[in-house]
């Protein structure tokens, strides 16, 4: 008899269980997308970028009667702190994390191999980025930078400010193994992500130098920090709490099938997630 019970409680566990999972096989979701960037021909940009601009600036110094022996010692000073720089930049890594503010739905299917189809995505801009550092204490200065100062017997200035913005939207199909205070989810899909930073640098300057400034400015390809892409990606998930409200984290393998880039050579990097809380219905 005590055989007999233990079965038929088995039986009723395991039927609610997967009554559960079916149940709740729909939700939607709220969290922190992070996409990954690769970086790599970035850094093989900056050396490029600041000698070109260099060789600007040098060139604007020499037509302001900047002797040769000064500018010898000037560009010595450069070569210097450009070869420190690049043995700092081999160190440096080359693919790294974006959070994104992000969430998803999630529908349900009554498929034997699918349980759902799944869109979620998340954006990130410069109010977002000021808005959760003014909650974490840290003031951003608006421009990001200023300054004035004497150049020629005349009041030059400099005014830099910077918006960056990044979005990820991804669709999905979702194999879910639910045991009731947790679940395991396996995920096929298609990622559309992009993003990059629009700089804008304001500058007053005597007329003798407004040239080669712009020349300098034009060397740093400003306009060319942004990238796109398609991408296909596998992940895996877990989610962990009661049936209708639980944490959830993911990580995504993402190959890219086609992507585009600016002059800085910014890509998508191979790794994505998500961390979050799922509300089940």
Not at 45 to 54: K, T
Not at 148 to 163: H, N, P, Q, Y
């Amino acid at each position: 008899m005590t055989l007999r019970r233990a079965l038929a409680a088995a039986g009723v566990f395991f039927a609610l269980a997967l009554g559960v999972a079916g149940a709740r096989a729909g939700g939607f979701n709220v969290g922190c997308e992070i996409v990954s960037v690769d970086v790599a021909g970035t850094l093989a940009r900056v050396p490029v970028a600041l000698r070109g601009a260099f060789d600007e600036i040098l060139a604007v110094l020499a037509d302001q009667g900047v002797s040769p022996a000064e500018l010898t010692d000037i560009e010595a000073g450069f070569d210097s702190a450009l070869a420190d720089l690049n043995a700092n930049l081999v160190a440096f890594p080359t693919l790294l994390p974006l959070p994104l503010l992000g969430g998803g739905i999630e529908l349900s299917v009554p498929w034997v191999v699918i349980d759902g189809v799944r869109l979620s995505g998340g954006i990130l801009n410069g109010a977002i980025v000021r808005g959760l550092a003014a909650m974490g204490g840290v003031e951003v200065p608006d421009p990001l930078f200023q300054d004035a100062f004497d150049l020629d017997g005349e009041t030059a200035s400099f005014t830099v400010d910077a918006d960056v913005s990044a979005w990820a939207l991804s669709v999905e199909v979702v194999k879910r193994l639910d045991i009731l205070v947790a679940a395991l989810n396996l995920s096929v899909g298609v990622d559309f992500l992009g993003g990059g930073a629009t700089i804008q640098v304001d500058r007053q300057l005597p007329p003798e130098w407004i040239g080669g400034v712009d020349a300098a400015l034009g060397a740093l390809h400003l306009d060319g920090v942004g990238w796109s892409a398609v991408a296909g990606h596998l992940g895996l998930g877990l989610e962990v709490g009661f049936p209708f409200l639980r944490l959830y984290a993911d990580v995504r393998l993402l190959q890219p099938f086609v992507q585009s880039s600016g002059w800085w050579d910014l890509r998508v990097g191979g790794l994505a997630g998500s961390v979050g809380v799922v509300i089940r219905f």
